[in-house]
């Protein structure tokens, strides 16, 4: 149990980011933040568990990443919206490194229909964006944090969005090819949900559940979209 103290001095602040002998885990983890999260993680010392879907090429970053530290990176192509494949996923990193200790929720699902109008979209988009971003973090938070919860400690933080919160102001989209789906917004809401929901029923069992809400992460946009965007966020 670490001492109490209200003497700052006291505290090695480098030592709380220091993630040597952790394993964590990041689903979506060849996305544009996933794979942020997974160099940050491997630059502070973990084990990274790269897992993402097929043809993401996991397994490759995962031997870039163990090359360049000195250390086991672990690849995985998986369907997080499916329950084998995220107990293939937990097996794996058990038989490989015998524990986990954080859970990074960095999936989402963009189908080739997903911006498509609310009036003309269809059952099979809809489900795969629920799928995907809402019953994967679910799969993943049961698996994984309820292993997690047996054992006694454990992190899990997970994604959801702005618009799990406030709804999109729909001018941001005008002139450009893209917008934000309401299957976007109604799955990330059950993110968000699923998280605070988790956190308090957790709470007695050392897991801790957090959520980040990303907002606007600078990703080569249109430009009329990048003009749009600045002038309604001062
Ligand atoms: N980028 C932003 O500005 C922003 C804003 C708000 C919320 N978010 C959320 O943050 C998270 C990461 O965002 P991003 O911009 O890195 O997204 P991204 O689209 O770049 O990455 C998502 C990753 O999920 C993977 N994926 C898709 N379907 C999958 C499946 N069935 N199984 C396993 N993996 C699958 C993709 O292959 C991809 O690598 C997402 O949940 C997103 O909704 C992002």
Redesign the pocket.
């Known amino acids: 149990m670490e001492m109490r103290t209200t003497n700052p001095e006291t505290i090695n602040f480098k030592d709380k980011f220091d993630l040597h002998g952790k394993v964590i885990i990041i689903?979506?983890g060849?996305?544009?933040?996933?794979r942020a999260f997974s160099e940050a993680c491997a630059q502070y010392g973990a084990t990274v568990v790269i897992a993402?879907?097929e043809g993401?090429g996991s397994e490759e970053f995962a031997e870039n990443l163990s090359k360049r530290f000195n250390r086991e990176m672990i690849g995985i192509t998986?369907?997080?919206?499916k329950r084998e494949d995220v107990e293939r996923l937990k097996k794996t990193v058990l038989e490989k490194t015998g524990k986990t200790d954080g859970l990074v929720n960095?999936?989402?699902?963009?189908t080739a229909k997903f911006f498509a109008k609310f009036e003309e979209y269809t059952d099979e988009d809809w489900d795969a964006v629920v799928e995907?971003n809402l019953k994967?973090t679910y799969l993943t938070c049961q698996i994984i944090g309820g292993y997690m919860a047996e054992k006694g400690s454990g992190s899990i933080i997970n994604?959801p969005?702005?618009y799990s919160v406030v709804a999109p102001n729909q001018n941001l989209y005008k002139g450009t090819s893209i917008g934000c789906p309401a299957a976007y917004s109604a799955s990330?809401g059950g993110v968000m949900a699923l998280s605070q929901y988790l956190s308090t029923y957790w709470a007695d069992k050392g897991v801790r559940v957090n959520q980040i809400?990303?907002?606007?992460?600078s990703?080569n946009h249109e430009e009329q979209f990048e003009k749009n965007f600045s002038n309604f966020h001062h």
Do not use: E, W, Y
């Open positions: 689903t979506g060849m996305g544009l933040i996933g993402d879907r993401a998986f369907d997080v919206g960095c999936h989402q699902n963009k995907t994967g994604m969005s702005t990330k809400t990303p907002h606007g992460v990703n």
